[in-house]
């Protein structure tokens, strides 16, 4: 039998237990074995849409494996994710109280890089599913990497259903694998609970302000390639109005341009955030009609092939170096973003800062521009005129 001193230290020790706030959160480290709910509920659903990409989920050891199959698909456009009901384990009647919010953390491995993923979160009420979704860079394939996305504003209490999301999206058109050590969700006091990990990049977020740019890169080469007259060189393509001719790259059919910057004078530099590049247009033909994921422009990083191409002599066969085209071009997409009409028009295309990065770091070897669908689209190369109109890298540089 315990002391009369010890009994009260111990009925202390529980009073305070009993009126703690719980530790509320969700937590499968996929110990195994593997819980599969069609509905998310009591295990993980898992679903494709958009494209031809089909997927499943596996128990690994002290992990499970999202294996997605994209062999069959054609346009690239696919998502694939994994889905689960946390709401269960979590006390969103602290969501209301100042000072709180909903995180989501992962570790994840994947089988091809460089690869974004993206973390969402949402509720039986959500119509926007472009709201409080974080897509992470993952740069290698060689370890684990930990992602978290904590909520601004998210609106859940008592009795809602918050699920949790982790997807792929437009990785490419091969076979792929990506491991999740865990997923966690907890109500956070934002306070104590420190920065998020690894770097949330915004799902297509509004396009900057130009101006906001303290450096202005003008691309040191651009050409057209053509996959198709896979050894023609063509720098001198251009549009002729009425005995004018234009100098121009253009991206369209089996036509892609190819941009490549010297950031020699930035050695050791590190970028301070996402930056735009800038094309000016000089014609545009596409259809009058707007259908999702058509008529749009595709940026893609070039990861390998020849890395110091001449524009006067290089060609598709040339660009390749003799590696397969998904060694060369990373099949899954910067962004793809309508351009903007009309002679002199400007589009910006927003660069996360991972891939600036890349670029400042000769990690990446430039961009490569293609279409989304049936566009043609010609801007302004380094040729015509003064150069003023080609295509710019805008960026901030950390001090």
Known sequence: ???????????????????????????????????????????????????????DLFQGDGYASI???????????????????????????????????????????????????????????????????MEYDIPDTTGWHTISMTTRGFDAGPGDTVNAQLALMDWGLRKYRLDVDYVRVDVVETALAGPDKGEPIPYHPPVADPGAFAVAVPVAADSTVDLEDADINLNGWCVQDAGKRTAVVTAGGTRLVVLRWDFGVFAGKSAAGPGLLELTTRSLERDIEDRPDFGLVRLVEITGGDGRWD???????????????????????????????????????????????????????????????????SFY??????????????????K
């Open 381 to 398: 190369s380094r040729e015509s005129g003064d150069g003023r109109l080609c295509a710019r890298l805008l960026l901030n540089l950390r």
């Open 67 to 133: 294996v997605v199959d994209a062999s069959k698909d054609r346009r690239g456009v696919w998502w694939a994710l994994i889905k689960r009901r946390v709401s269960d384990r979590l006390d969103l009647a602290l969501l209301k109280k100042p000072g709180h919010a909903l995180r989501v953390e992962a570790r994840i491995r994947t089988s091809h890089a460089p690869r974004r993923v993206n973390l969402h979160l949402n509720t039986q009420r959500t119509t926007d599913f472009h709201s409080h979704l």
């Open 311 to 377: 524009e006067r002599t290089v060609t598709w066969t040339s660009l390749l170096a003799g590696r397969p085209a998904d060694e060369v071009l990373d099949p899954q997409m910067i962004i793809d973003w309508p351009v903007t009409g009309g002679d002199g028009g400007k589009t910006y295309l927003t660069i996360p800062r991972p891939v600036l990065q890349r670029l400042l770091e000769g990690r990446a070897l430039g961009f490569a521009l293609r279409t989304l669908g049936a566009i043609n689209a």
């Open 1 to 55: 039998m315990l002391a009369p001193a010890k009994r009260s230290a111990l009925l202390l020790i529980l009073g305070l237990w009993l009126s703690a706030p719980a530790s509320a959160q969700f937590l499968d480290d996929f110990s195994g074995p593997l819980k599969k709910d069609p509905e998310g509920a009591g295990g993980w659903a898992f679903f494709t849409g958009e494209g031809r990409a089909v997927m």
